[in-house]
């Protein structure tokens, strides 16, 4: 039996770290150019893919349908990592990510020209790994739910035409 080791990046809303202005609307009809949402997406470790499940698969056609309704928009697909493994293996690792998310998008019919998908590994913490190592050997819940909070997908709107 093969084991495929999960990530889940939890849908964050951030709005008193200033990171993000909450979960993506599809229905909201006004936009900012820059302004971010969260997303909750699993991915295999083991392999280069979203797991297409109940929850990712809603989220993913919910941007499909906004993408192909609002075709003056662009967005960029943003994958983060925690501040565990290495910097190099962290951004290559989000940056297939994101492109797997692109590639999913693109096969439901979004046009390429709409997105950009982008890994940035441990680049931009949303919690620090000084904060976080406070819990590491008093809470170790909290610890790893910290780390879990850097991990993360993100759309932000890089263009309205």
């Not at 697909?77 to 693109?106: A, C, F």
């Not at 904060?131 to 170790?140: L, M, V």
């Amino acid at each position: 039996m093969k084991i495929i080791f999960s990530l889940i990046l939890i849908s964050v809303l951030l709005p008193l770290l200033g990171k993000a202005q909450g979960t993506f609307n599809f229905s909201d009809t006004a936009f900012t150019l820059g302004q971010r949402h969260s997303l909750a997406l699993r991915y295999a470790l083991s392999e280069a893919r979203v797991i297409v499940d109940s929850t990712s698969i809603l989220q993913l056609d919910s941007i499909v349908q906004f993408l192909k309704k609002n075709k003056q928009i662009s967005i960029e697909i943003g994958v983060h990592t925690d501040s565990r493994g290495s910097d190099p293996l962290n951004l290559k690792m989000t940056q297939w990510r994101s492109e797997q998310v692109r590639n999913y998008l693109v096969e439901q019919g979004v046009s390429e020209s709409q997105m950009t998908a982008k890994g940035y590994g441990e680049t931009q913490l949303i919690i620090p790994e000084e904060e976080i190592n406070k819990y590491k050997k008093t809470n170790k819940l909290q610890y790893e739910k910290l780390h879990q909070m850097n991990r993360r997908t993100e759309l932000k709107i890089i263009r309205i035409e």
